[in-house]
């Protein structure tokens, strides 16, 4: 199984930036990729950004492309999203989504059927 602990969150002005950080601690599994979501108090949970292990291809969410940059380091099992220019918009828990083999190229990675585990969240504010 997998556990993915998130962290980084916390309250920062629009504008500003935060770099969040998913740990994934495996038994014996191969994570194949790694994406972040986020749900905001009366919303939908929606995608943000997703990476494979080989770090190609990515994905973004249009509302964070230019802004947000996910990456990964591969020894650590660890993902990164960092978060540039914050907006009020921004404020959410994100959510950490881990997959583990067999590996599918393509855009099912935007999507959360294809996670199969995720962590608790780490909470992202945003003040305007």
């Known amino acids: 199984q997998v556990q993915p602990v998130e962290s980084g969150g916390g309250l920062v002005q629009a504008g500003g930036s935060l770099r969040l950080s998913c740990a994934a601690s495996h038994d014996r599994l191969s994570i194949v990729a790694m994406g972040w979501f986020r749900q905001a108090p009366g919303k939908e949970r929606e995608f943000v950004a997703a990476i494979s292990r080989s770090g190609d291809p990515t994905f973004y969410a249009d509302s964070v492309k230019g802004r947000f940059t996910i990456s990964t380091d591969n020894a650590k099992n660890t993902v990164y999203l960092q978060m540039n220019r914050l907006k009020s918009e921004d404020t959410a828990a994100y959510h950490c989504?881990?997959?583990?083999?067999?590996?599918?190229?393509?855009?099912?990675?935007?999507?959360?059927?294809?996670?199969?585990?995720w962590g608790q969240g780490t909470q992202v504010t945003v003040s305007s």
């Open positions: 989504a881990v997959r583990t083999a067999p590996l599918t190229l393509g855009t099912l990675l935007k999507y959360e059927h294809y996670y199969n585990f």
